[in-house]
């Protein structure tokens, strides 16, 4: 039988190439793949029915008249860019189906149980058991059959290779036709990328790779704001209050982060703290009886220095160093300062999404810590 996934996705932009193959090396965790992305400016997104309810799917321009007259008259939008990747393979599932247990069958059961939404009472498992027991053996037979194909199905999935792939494409279009209307993809900004496995070219099932689930919802996804917060909010508004801008700048890293843009997220929580001890050391000198011209004297000492000032200064204002009181912490983020920070500034390095979590995550922890100095 064939095996095929067509993995999709339509770009919130544009890019100015015609409809075409561009076979894209890509090096993804540490092997080099080929993709071969199917690009298209001429798909438009079709409204339909399915099972009674409101539903869309794709095609190209000139596929719109051969559809039934229902679709053909149907709303239709005009999409952006839309990248494919198709992945085939012949597979043989007869020559695996004896490695099949009993147990993995039951379990399979389980899943269409539940997908299907049966009523299997107070127990889930027995009630699988007792279900199998009442299959014939060529029910048993395409129990094991539904396992073999998913699992091929599952390796030939690669949503994450196949947004690599994208941003392999969108550099070099970028670069090479000056197009600065485009930029890096995540799954945040894609609101997920689409996968639909086919066996024998029939649908076999479909999904979306998300990541984070707030980007692609249509409701609010965190608890309901308190009155006192609300309150606050509102009062923020209304008087022209600034928003701390230490908090307001973590929330930005926070945010370039979930858009693939580590550099700059890296540089913003960098700044983040370095403003924190800055504004830490004003603020307590200041209670101190210390003059504005004498503060920035202080300061201007250790301006290329930010050990001594984390260390000698911060101390003299508050009674605290961040270097000797809190050894594991400064350790940490200097560590992270001398990697990422000083290396961004002097070369092409595009830190990992999960270092830059991890920074950011560590720098906050300082931050906190030179906040209830």
């Not at 037979?141 to 073999?148: A, D, H, T």
Request: aromatic share 10%.
């Amino acid at each position: 039988m064939e095996l095929k996934v067509i993995h999709s996705v339509e770009l919130p932009f544009i890019l100015n190439l015609p409809n075409d193959v561009y076979n894209t090396a890509v090096n993804f965790r540490g092997r080099n793949y080929y993709l071969d992305l199917q690009i298209s400016n001429t798909k438009y997104k079709v409204k339909t029915t399915y099972q009674g309810k409101d539903a869309y799917f794709e095609v190209e321009e000139d596929e719109i008249p051969a559809l039934v007259e229902e679709e053909r008259d149907n709303y239709r939008e005009k999409l952006r860019t839309h990248i494919s990747w198709e992945v085939k393979k012949i597979f043989n599932v007869s020559n695996e189906l004896e490695d099949i247990s009993q147990e993995t069958k039951v379990n399979k059961l389980q899943s269409i149980i539940l997908y299907n939404e049966i009523d299997y009472g107070d127990n889930l498992v027995e009630f699988s058991k007792s279900m199998y027991s009442l299959f014939n053996d060529e029910e048993k037979v395409e129990l094991g059959y539904s396992v073999l194909i998913e699992r091929q199905l599952s390796v030939l999935s690669n949503p994450d290779l196949f947004l690599s792939g994208i941003n392999r494409l969108i550099k070099a279009y970028s670069v090479l036709r000056d197009d600065f209307f485009v930029e890096k993809c995540t799954l945040h900004t894609l609101r997920g990328i689409q996968v639909t496995q086919f066996v024998d070219s029939v649908q076999w099932q479909g999904f979306k790779r998300i990541g984070k689930l707030p980007p692609i919802i249509n409701k609010p996804w965190l608890p309901d704001i308190t009155q006192q917060k609300l309150t606050e909010l509102k009062n923020i508004l209304q008087n022209g209050v600034e928003v701390d801008p230490l908090k307001s700048l973590t929330i930005v890293a926070k945010n370039l982060l979930e858009k693939g843009e580590t550099r700059s997220a890296i540089i913003n929580i960098s700044a983040v703290l370095e403003y924190s001890v800055e504004r830490k050391i004003r603020t307590s000198l200041f209670s101190k009886g210390k003059t504005e011209e004498s503060i920035n004297k202080i300061l201007n000492a250790t301006k290329m220095n930010f050990k001594d000032r984390c260390n000698k200064t911060l101390k003299r204002a508050t009674g605290k160093s961040l270097v000797i009181d809190y050894p594991t912490e400064w350790y940490t983020v200097d560590t992270f300062r001398k990697k990422y920070r000083h290396s961004i500034a002097h070369s092409v390095l595009e830190p990992t999404y999960t270092d830059t979590e991890n920074m950011i995550k560590e720098f906050e922890k300082v931050i906190a810590i030179v906040e209830s100095l």
